[in-house]
């Protein structure tokens, strides 16, 4: 079973479109994560959410809109979607009063044409 | 920004242990130290973690200076499936920021 799972593992997309990705987790977490790690490959921090609730917004366009509809599952919705958007995605899990352990995902590759 | 600086790569000879050295002079009295790598293509994957004594589990050991001010991650013996990103990251508790610097890309050689 994976613990915490993303789809689509791969995306390719023109400019300008829509696009959404997918997490959940089975861990029983409360506490959920989007990490974005660029060509670069500098993994930074993009949102957290407690019980559904947005705890961390770390300055992301708000072409970026992550949704959780509970807190087993946070969605990562992104509009008109600009090349500079391409990258590995990551979510997370963790719980609040554990060790601090985050748990990722594999990642979801994006690429803006 | 992230609060550590650690040697950008390092070579470790397959069986021989990997000592990979983290600096975290500016460190707080309640910021833990917590390590991490990331094998290619996959995500991070939790290390072990610290705040003042060593720590050892069954993947690392995890040595602490006195004064706090650096540490070292230990693989008592690297294997060629040890080659990745390692990543040590300064965090307070059951916060949720875990702010990722640019790691020591370890290979391990046979």
Same mark, same amino acid.
């Given at each position: 079973?994976? !613990?915490?799972?993303?789809?689509?593992?791969?995306?390719?997309?023109?400019? +300008?479109?829509?696009?959404?990705?997918?997490?959940?987790?089975? =861990?029983?977490?409360?506490?959920?994560?989007?990490?974005?790690?660029?060509? %670069?490959?500098?993994?930074?921090?993009?949102?957290?959410?407690?019980? %559904?609730?947005?705890?961390? *917004?770390?300055?992301?366009?708000? @072409?970026?809109?992550?949704?959780?509809?509970?807190?087993?599952? =946070?969605?990562?919705?992104?509009?008109?979607?600009? /090349?500079?958007?391409?990258?590995?995605?990551?979510?997370?899990?963790?719980?609040?009063?554990?060790?601090?352990?985050?748990?990722?995902?594999?990642?979801?590759?994006?690429?803006? =044409? | 920004?992230?609060?550590?600086?650690?040697?950008?790569?390092?070579?470790?000879?397959?069986?021989? !242990?990997? *000592?990979?050295?983290? *600096?975290?002079?500016?460190?707080?009295?309640?910021?833990?130290?917590?390590?991490?790598?990331?094998?290619?293509?996959? +995500?991070?994957?939790?290390?072990?973690?610290? /705040?003042? *004594?060593?720590?050892?589990?069954?993947?690392?050991?995890?040595?602490?200076?006195?004064? @706090? %001010?650096?540490?070292? /991650?230990?693989?008592?013996? !690297?294997?060629? @499936?040890?080659? !990745?990103?390692?990543?040590?990251?300064?965090?307070?508790?059951?916060?949720?920021?875990?702010?990722?610097?640019?790691?020591?890309? =370890?290979?391990?050689?046979?």
């Amino acid at each position: 079973d994976t !613990a915490v799972s993303q789809t689509p593992k791969y995306l390719v997309t023109q400019m +300008g479109n829509d696009k959404s990705i997918k997490c959940e987790q089975n =861990l029983g977490h409360d506490t959920m994560y989007w990490y974005k790690q660029d060509s %670069k490959k500098f993994l930074k921090i993009m949102f957290s959410y407690n019980n %559904k609730e947005l705890i961390i *917004n770390e300055t992301v366009p708000n @072409r970026f809109s992550p949704k959780s509809p509970d807190k087993a599952h =946070l969605n990562l919705h992104i509009n008109s979607l600009e /090349l500079g958007d391409s990258a590995v995605y990551f979510c997370a899990s963790s719980q609040a009063g554990g060790t601090g352990e985050l748990f990722f995902g594999e990642g979801s590759r994006l690429t803006v =044409l | 920004d992230a609060k550590t600086t650690q040697p950008p790569s390092m070579d470790c000879a397959e069986g021989r !242990a990997a *000592n990979l050295p983290c *600096n975290h002079s500016t460190i707080s009295g309640n910021e833990y130290v917590y390590w991490y790598r990331q094998i290619h293509s996959q +995500g991070p994957q939790y290390i072990i973690h610290g /705040l003042k *004594n060593n720590e050892t589990n069954e993947m690392a050991s995890l040595i602490i200076t006195e004064d @706090r %001010k650096s540490s070292t /991650l230990i693989l008592p013996h !690297a294997t060629l @499936r040890d080659t !990745a990103v390692y990543y040590c990251i300064v965090r307070v508790h059951n916060t949720d920021k875990l702010i990722f610097g640019t790691g020591t890309r =370890l290979q391990v050689f046979p």
